[in-house]
């Protein structure tokens, strides 16, 4: 039976893409075997999907089809979570597609990878 066994990301600078996704989540390098030639980030505790670093050439998509969604409990932390990954190296990005009331930010990892920070407690307008 298949199951998920990691989200890879393209990267241009996997040294780079390693510190920013472990301070961003937490997550520590797996050192084991894991299949495939990436770098391996799996998290505290063992319990969640890891992420496999992937050296890539390809520029990312403006407009990715898959992306990462992280969930956060409120506004006031996604605010707080949003304005750290800043600080850690993410970008805002410019989304042409948000909605009269979003519950998410989008933002760009330091390789331009999309993600999203969802705010699990809004409440629509």
Do not use: K
């Not at 199951?3 to 241009?12: H, K, Q």
């Not at 050192?31 to 992420?51: H, K």
């Not at 605010?79 to 933002?107: C, H, I, K, M, N």
Request: charged residues 20%.
């Amino acid at each position: 039976m298949l199951r998920i066994g990691a989200i890879v990301l393209g990267v241009g600078d996997v040294p780079r893409a390693i510190r920013f996704w472990q301070e961003a989540l937490g997550y520590r390098v797996h050192e084991e075997g894991f299949g495939g030639a990436a770098t391996i980030l799996v998290p505290p505790g063992g319990a969640g999907t890891p992420i496999a670093l992937q050296a890539n050439v390809t520029p990312p998509q403006e407009h990715p089809r898959i992306h990462l969604d992280l969930h956060v409990a409120g506004a006031a932390e996604q605010r707080a979570e949003t304005d750290r990954l800043v600080a850690l190296g993410a970008q805002r990005v410019a989304w042409d597609s948000y909605p009269a009331d979003p519950d998410f930010v989008v933002l760009a990892d330091p390789d331009g990878n999309r993600f999203c920070i969802i705010d699990l407690g809004h409440v629509p307008d």
